[in-house]
């Protein structure tokens, strides 16, 4: 039974307000028929208030379930990320672009080696490398070979599982994060990037065009190899036009994904879902 639906027949148990949070693009990819569908359309209506992980995501949820007031909550970023020196990179140094995932096929580890090697030919495998950080064993090994028959895995890192409490230094050391994926609710990797200062390369999913802003990093279309060896380029020869400092790109990070932040969003979603309860 969805925890939705459970909500919905506490509240009235209990004569309290609930609200509806929505993360994994899957919940709203089936037809808009059928009951389950029209029992959870019926609990999100009733629910006080309704809330997602970015803009475009929250208008994917309010159309899907047609409601228009689906607000955003960025997930926090912890305060390690936050606290990270700011990288200044030597200019003899290679350039370093930093992905961080689980590999699954929907982060599109093959995309950006396939975009890297050409980034590769043009630079040069002395200018830059790529760090791979998460996933299985299985997958991990997968992709290494994809960098051997590609010829790039001199310059390529797989680091494996990072504990948590590494991750900040790591995501830091980098000079560009790059997402390519398929699809994309949120994103959080993105934030934590941006925490570093670090700017960021995003495929245009919900969670790309949601935390990728114009001063922060640069969108690609969704599977387009082309477009994403170009932005790696230009961020190479860059930054590009419009893209702000590190000062400036976690000060805006601050702003959005901080503890306080999230703490400031919660608490109105909450008194606004107590308020429609009330009404």
């Known amino acids: ?30 037809p808009k028929a059928g009951r389950r569908y029209l029992e959870l359309k019926h609990a999100v209506a009733q629910s006080g208030a309704c809330a997602t992980v970015s803009a475009p995501f929250a208008r994917m949820v309010g159309d899907y379930y047609g409601r228009a ?11 390690a990320f936050f606290e990270q020196p700011l990288r200044k990179r030597d200019a003899d140094s290679p350039f370093v672009f930093l992905h961080v995932s689980h590999l699954d096929e929907a982060k599109r580890v093959d995309l950006l080696l396939r975009a890297f090697e050409r980034v590769v030919h043009a630079a040069g495998a002395a200018a ?8 299985a064993e299985g997958p991990r090994r997968e992709y290494e070979n994809l960098a051997a028959e590609l010829g790039i895995s001199e310059s390529v890192s797989f680091l494996g599982p990072v504990a948590r409490e590494d991750l900040p230094r790591v995501v830091g050391e980098s000079d560009c994060f790059v997402l390519p994926s398929d699809y994309e609710a949120g994103g959080t990797v993105i934030s934590e990037a941006r925490a570093c200062g670090i700017p960021v ?10 935390n990728v802003e114009e001063s922060c990093g640069l969108l690609t279309p969704v599977g387009d190899e082309d477009a994403l060896a170009d932005a790696m380029n230009a961020m190479m020869e860059g930054p590009p036009s419009g893209i702000q400092t590190r000062a400036e790109i976690r000060r ?22 107590i308020s429609r309860f009330s009404m």
Not at 201 to 210: C, F, L, P, R
């Open 1 to 30: 039974l969805p925890a939705l639906l459970v909500a919905r027949e506490l509240s009235t148990l209990l004569s309290r307000p609930y609200v509806f949070t929505e993360h994994r693009p899957s919940s709203v990819a089936g």
């Open 69 to 79: 007031d689906v607000r955003v909550v960025h997930l926090p970023v912890p305060e």
């Open 201 to 210: 390369i995003a495929t245009e999913t919900w969670g790309g065009k949601g």
């Open 252 to 273: 805006r990070a601050r702003e959005l994904y901080s503890a306080d932040a999230f703490v400031n969003s919660q608490t109105a979603m909450y008194d606004d879902a």
């Open 128 to 135: 830059t490398r790529v760090v791979i950080v998460g996933g």
